[in-house]
């Protein structure tokens, strides 16, 4: 398959299924959360008639530090973190998340993150694309919490370079839903990245 998901570790679905039904039975999220609480409603039920019901996607989750991307780093010194299942939710999808500690998996958050419905609808169009579809990826989520920046991370194999596809809303220079390869990627953030350090340091700013 030119793009293709990993299963998600049991683990990490587990984590899910055990926090989920507690956030079903609560009154603020039903009134205040709603596409929230539809996606984890829809998923405790999938899970109480087929113990084996997954999320409709399900990504590794990776996380970039500012100080690598102002420094010149590469993608090789990214930290996987997690996972990010995307649970839906009828007019929409919500972002449920675990948290990775070695063999452990823990429930971490659940929200209405923009970046769920972009996600999937970008999911959507790579698997057309002529260039992914002529290679070997599998998909995973690059995020770089510092700069607000999140996007899907096409990890090439067997000669496929990887690409990089900012998700909205993305930041400049970026734009959401291009193609970048990594050395591209980083250039584009690393004089922002590098400013903020600056900025972030002691003795500097206002």
Sequence with gaps: MPLTLQTP????LAALAAALPRLAASPAIAARMQLTSSGINRFVAQRAANPNAAPSVSAPLFVLGLADVAGGGTL???????????????TGSVLAETAQHGATHVFAAVNESPFAQDMQARLAALRQDQTVAAGSYQA?????????VMA????GSGGSSDILVPLAPSPSPLVAGRHYGEGDF??????????????DAPGKGA
């Design 140 to 148: 995973a989520l690059l995020q770089v919490p510092a700069m607000g």
């Design 152 to 155: 899907l991370w096409l990890r």
């Design 186 to 199: 980083l250039a584009a953030l690393r004089p922002a990245a590098q400013a903020k350090l600056h900025a």
């Design 9 to 12: 570790p049991q683990e990490s």
């Design 76 to 90: 090789a010194t990214a930290r996987q973190t997690g996972w990010r299942h995307l649970l839906e939710a009828g």
